[in-house]
Every structure is written in structure tokens, then in C-alpha cells.
């Protein structure tokens, strides 16, 4: 069984930065990610790591700006988002994948355990 909790979402102007966390707990896992979803829009992939080979990937409309990374040892995920816009407005949501993977994912569907989100709110 795995539990994920986020923190870190807030409210900040445009510009501004905020790091978000995501508290893992249960069986080790190689493969997450941090989605999104804002209001009457899908979820979509935000950034994925998959810490057994170092491999990263991100939505082209984040890179440059969010950074994924891990703290093995705290069993922590973080989600360093910069230089942040209106349009990165709404829930964050990390996510898990416990069975086999070799390469990060974007996809919704590739991952079966899910965090309770975390809100995230740019103004202009």
C-alpha cells in the first residue's frame, strides 16, 4: 500500500515560486510524477522522474521552469516551480507507479496511486 500526501501550494503572483512536496510512504517506488488539473480542464502531466536510471521528463509548456526532484532518504518528491504564470493555476496532484517501469511517464494512466492534490494559485 502506498500513501502519498502533497504540501507546498499556496497562492503567489506571477513570477513568483513555490516548492511543492509529496510525502511518500509504503513500498519503494521508482517511477512519479506531478500532474495538474485546472477547472473544467483533464488532468495532465506535469513532470515525471524515474529515479532508478536518473531520467527526467517534463510538459514542454514547464520546462525551463519546474524542476522535479527526489530525497530518497525522507522519501520525498518535490515539484521546484519557477518563474510561475497564471496558467500554471490549479490543483497539483503527485502521483505513483508500483509496478514495472524503466522511463518516465506523462501519461494519467500510467500510474495507479495518487495523492489528494495540493492547490496552486498564480495571480497576475
Known amino acids: 500500500q502506498v500513501q502519498l500526501v502533497e504540501s507546498g501550494g499556496g497562492s503567489v503572483q506571477a513570477g513568483g515560486s513555490l516548492r511543492l512536496a509529496c510525502a511518500v510512504t509504503g513500498t519503494a517506488i521508482n517511477c512519479m510524477g506531478w500532474f495538474r488539473q485546472a477547472p473544467g480542464k483533464e488532468r495532465q502531466g506535469v513532470a515525471s522522474m524515474y529515479t532508478g536510471g536518473s531520467q527526467w521528463t517534463y510538459a514542454d509548456s514547464v520546462k525551463g521552469r519546474f524542476t522535479i526532484s527526489e530525497d530518497s532518504a525522507q522519501k520525498t518528491l518535490y515539484l521546484q516551480m519557477n518563474s510561475l504564470k497564471p496558467e500554471d493555476t490549479a490543483m497539483y496532484y503527485c502521483?505513483?507507479?508500483?509496478?514495472?517501469?524503466?522511463?518516465?511517464?506523462?501519461?494519467?494512466?500510467?500510474?495507479?496511486?495518487w495523492g489528494q492534490g495540493t492547490p496552486v494559485n498564480v495571480s497576475s
Open positions: 502521483a505513483a507507479r508500483t509496478y514495472a517501469c524503466a522511463r518516465p511517464f506523462l501519461q494519467k494512466v500510467a500510474y495507479n496511486y
